[in-house]
């Protein structure tokens, strides 16, 4: 837990030193995933997204954030521009990955679960 907190701090420091730093916000949301502060991930996925869409890590950890809070339909519109997204760059293997995250999406959803 040591470890964590200690990137935790290093991330929110660089952060403040710069906070257009967009692999920090990306990498400081992954490690407040870690500790169960959803919340706060998903206003730093978010930030990331709005500063630059084309940052197609972040398509597959917001839209499963929103899954797992219950905001299937934002989850399901998360993964399909990511799908475009990764598309347009030519990025195969995060298109597929995007495309599997939305069919078991749609399967959970379908089913009720």
Do not use: C, W
Not at 89 to 101: G, I, M, P, Y
């Amino acid at each position: 837990m040591k470890q964590k907190s200690e990137n935790i701090s290093r991330l929110a420091g660089f952060l403040k030193d710069n906070p257009d730093d967009i692999f920090s916000k990306f990498a400081l949301a992954l490690e407040l995933l870690k500790i169960n502060e959803v919340s706060k991930a998903q206003i730093l996925f978010e930030s990331v997204l709005k500063q630059d869409r084309g940052y197609l890590g972040v398509y597959y950890h917001l839209g499963k954030l929103y899954q797992q809070t219950g905001l299937f339909d934002d989850a399901r519109k998360i993964f399909e521009d990511g799908i475009k997204v990764a598309h347009t760059q030519k990025n195969e293997k995060t298109r597929l990955e995007l495309a599997e995250a939305l069919e078991i999406l749609n399967i959970e959803t379908e089913n009720g679960s």
